[in-house]
Nanobody, 115 residues
């Protein structure tokens, strides 16, 4: 059974940084493209970034140059380094495979960017 657990969120001022982590259990991690997604209040969930098994990455235009996704296949972990955070980055952040599988959604981790 696949379980994805996100951590690392919090309250940060504009311009600050946070590092999100996702720990994956189950056998899917090493063979899957992994992504970070977010959902802001009143908005649809969107994919922020993804990373292939081989390390190729892709980012939402609005986070390019500010966010960096990485993975450790040996540890079944994927991280999202977020720098120069903006109020519009406020959302609940989730990890999932790409394309997302509904049964894999975890609780997410709240990121709030506010002064």
């Amino acid at each position: 059974q696949v379980q994805l657990v996100e951590s690392g969120g919090g309250l940060v001022q504009p311009g600050g940084s946070l590092r999100l982590s996702c720990a994956a259990s189950g056998s899917i991690f090493s063979i899957s493209t992994m992504g970070w997604y977010r959902q802001a209040p009143g908005k649809q969930r969107e994919r922020v970034a993804f990373i292939t098994r081989g390390g190729s990455t892709n980012y939402l235009d609005s986070v390019k140059g500010r966010f960096t996704i990485s993975r450790d296949n040996a540890k079944n972990a994927v991280t999202l380094q977020m720098n120069s955070l903006k109020p519009e980055d406020t959302a609940v952040y989730y990890c999932n495979v790409v394309p997302a599988v509904n049964n894999y959604w975890g609780q997410g981790t709240q990121v709030t960017v506010s002064s």
